[in-house]
DNA sequence: AGCCCTTTATTGAAGGTTCAAGAAGTGCCG
DNA sequence: CGGCACTTCTTGAACCTTCAATAAAGGGCT
């Protein structure tokens, strides 16, 4: 068992702050303005960007990175809301296939606009180029390790 | 209004995807070997970390970087588990200020190794050690923007 | 002192997330 | 075909977080 250094200390502790600051930050900022989570609106901006603007429910959970019964919740709420809207699935009768709708494309539109300005002040306006792409090459492999974590042939993310 | 380049979107899209996965790996470590999310944890250890393991409440809150509300939740959840105690503030009869209880000590020392490991399994011994000093750079840029954000001059988080 | 504004901390309700359990469909294999 | 294991998705309860409202104390000002 080793402990951390000194550096990968420092490097945690801004890291978590960094990391609860701008979760708190962007959850406000959406939920002011889109009236939703921030959860809920990768949801949204993650079918606008599919062909027919349509998922299954596993493979939209797989690419925003949680749980099926937390999207089962998810989309329910988002349904009641008209933003988009549950269609069973013609080749899989288990299957759920989750539909945005044009009012939540619209809402989508609306809304981005201040929500990438709100990413941008709070990120990519304060890192150099070269930051920017050394944040993305750490989070890929930190990504990349907790996707298949060492030692497990079953996947942990139900 | 500056939309995302396409750097900044994939860096985006991977540093979201890898704090999804981080938060959840590890409130799933902890949950199952202390039996506590990990910011119930991060409180402990901060606690454990201060001369007498004591601190105000207000004070605790500013370090984890939470409002005040939740922090008065998650002590009596904690103190309930025996974990840490309220004590009235001697100079200030509105304050409060949380111990780390002897108890509470001593389940840190025993969980602290098993989720140190779980940190490092994900982060630091996948990153370089240039990587871990980029990563802490960034992580207090993005941090420092966050505490005092531009234009605003009342405190955004209560 | 009295007044007012601020700070400190808590509370309860509403909403979000996790966990374990369960219903329903798929697909393989004897 | 029948059985069995696995996948898909949902559900409800317990727990956590947010938000707005509140109580109580400090501190300045006249």
Redesign the pocket.
């Given at each position: 068992m080793e402990w951390l250094t000194a550096d990968e200390q420092t490097a945690w502790r801004s890291f978590l702050q960094a990391t609860t600051l701008l979760?708190?930050y962007l959850?406000?900022q959406l939920?002011?303005d889109a009236g939703?989570?921030?959860?809920?609106y990768a949801l949204l901006s993650t079918l606008s960007e599919t062909p027919a603007r349509r998922m299954?429910?596993?493979?939209l959970?797989e690419r925003v990175k949680?749980?099926?019964?937390?999207?089962?919740?998810?989309?329910?709420?988002l349904e009641g809301d008209g933003w988009l809207r549950?269609e069973s699935?013609p080749?899989?009768?288990?299957?759920?296939?989750v539909v945005l709708t044009d009012t939540g494309y619209d809402k989508l539109v609306q809304t981005a606009p201040g929500h990438v300005e709100a990413v941008r002040a709070a990120i990519f306006d304060r890192l150099s180029a070269e930051q920017t792409a050394q944040l993305a090459e750490i989070s890929q492999v930190i990504a990349d390790g907790l996707h298949q974590p060492a030692g497990a042939d079953v996947p942990w993310l139900?």
């Open positions: 979760e708190d959850d406000r939920q002011r939703m989570p921030h959860m809920y299954r429910m596993t493979e959970a949680i749980t099926r019964s937390r999207l089962s919740h998810a989309v329910a709420r549950r699935c080749s899989d009768r288990r299957g759920q296939i139900r």
